[in-house]
């Protein structure tokens, strides 16, 4: 009676072994011509060394990736080649390795990826940021909280964006540290990987932060970014204007909206008009404030209501004095009415808004009757 380790070296089970190893071997041949990688993969571990080989020493592109995308295939038989070949001298290889690695998705190759972001070759970085992004292993969350330091600007940028892909929350913190980075591509990178993760409080501070930076060019930049993609800053600032107790950082956040513009006009219309026991009524009258620096017509309906409904003189008030800056017909008739508010102060400052309106409209050649 044959034991398994017996059984293992009959001749049959030798030829059939020897068939396979030649069938790897033409499989391998045609890497470049056909699509061969399934059949490659159903021959399972006997393919892997085959396969790393071609990788590493086929100077054609198309069989190093049909190398690459049928080890990926074969899956964790293939790991220990693949974790190998990164630190291969070749740049193609050790691109393809890294990728393929990203596909299998096992926890090992964290650390290896994570270091990847350090390849001399920029395309080697960038594929090892896509394939830590794919992982999304919240194993790699430590190493890429230690990698926010790396004195590599790219590596904290990078590591910042894959923190923010995968979204835990444990990153908010070292996250936070970030945004003091001496890079603003830094700081923007980790801005937006708080806004990710869901902490809208963090990214209202990168925002205000920038803002008032000592480098002007930072400045600026934070300036041409919210007036150029100002929509996703909108609600991180409104959150701040609604939430924070320090009303000097909810001015701040104003002030970040007026330079949004008008993407920020109905989110301010909302809050300005809001259930008044969710709304702080500093937060109502700043929003109004914001509204008519602004200056955008959508506001004027709503500022008319809060002229008319709002609880607080404060923000009547200051609706008043928006309206006068957002101008039209509509806001003269709601001006007109303010006039016999309750308040002695609001209907002061709708009478000095109507003023306004009228000198405007007289120096355009128009008067209001």
């Not at 020897?18 to 399972?44: A, H, K």
């Not at 500022?303 to 609880?311: C, E, I, R, V, W």
Request: hydrophobic letters at 40%; one cysteine or more.
């Amino acid at each position: 009676m044959f034991t398994s380790d017996s059984q293992s070296t009959r001749p049959g089970s030798v030829g059939q072994k020897t068939r396979q190893e030649n069938r790897v071997q033409e499989l391998i041949s045609s890497l470049g011509r056909e699509d061969v990688t399934d059949s490659l993969v159903e021959l399972g571990i006997l393919a892997v060394a085959p396969l790393v080989q071609a990788l590493k020493h086929e100077k054609d592109g198309l069989i190093k990736f049909n190398a690459a995308l049928a080890l990926s295939k074969i899956g964790s038989p293939a790991m220990d080649p693949l974790l190998e070949s990164i630190d291969y001298d070749d740049a193609d290889v050790r691109l393809e390795a890294v990728w393929a690695l990203g596909e299998i998705g096992d926890e090992r190759a964290v650390e290896p990826l994570v270091e990847a972001l350090r390849d001399e070759d920029w395309y080697v970085r960038k594929q090892a940021a896509t394939s830590l992004c794919n992982l999304k292993k919240q194993e790699s969350v430590a190493l890429l909280v230690s990698a926010l330091s790396d004195e590599d600007w790219y590596v904290r940028k990078q590591a910042a964006r894959i923190l923010g892909t995968i979204g835990d929350a444990r990153a908010a913190k070292p996250l936070a540290r970030t945004l003091r980075d001496e890079d603003p591509v830094v700081q923007q990178e980790a801005a937006a990987a708080l806004g990710r993760i869901g902490d809208p409080g963090a990214v209202s501070d990168a925002i205000l932060a920038s803002l008032k930076h000592e480098d002007p060019f930072v400045r600026n930049e934070a300036v041409a970014t919210l007036q150029e993609r100002g929509e996703e800053a909108v609600p991180p600032l409104i959150h701040a204007l609604i939430h924070r107790r320090d009303e000097n950082v909810k001015r701040e956040a104003a002030d970040a909206l007026v330079i949004v513009g008008s993407p920020a006009v109905d989110a301010l219309c909302h809050v300005l008009t809001i259930d008044k026991k969710k709304i702080h009524e500093i937060a109502r009258q700043i929003a109004a404030w914001t509204l008519g620096t602004i200056g955008d017509d959508r506001a004027v309906e709503p500022l008319g209501k809060a002229l008319a409904n709002d609880t607080s003189p404060g923000v009547r008030h200051e609706a008043a004095r928006a309206l006068a800056r957002v101008d039209g017909e509509r806001a003269v008739e709601l001006l007109v009415e303010a006039t016999k508010d309750r308040d002695e102060d609001v209907r002061k400052e709708a009478k000095r808004a109507l003023k306004i309106l009228r000198a405007r409209d007289t120096d355009q050649g128009l008067y209001i009757t």
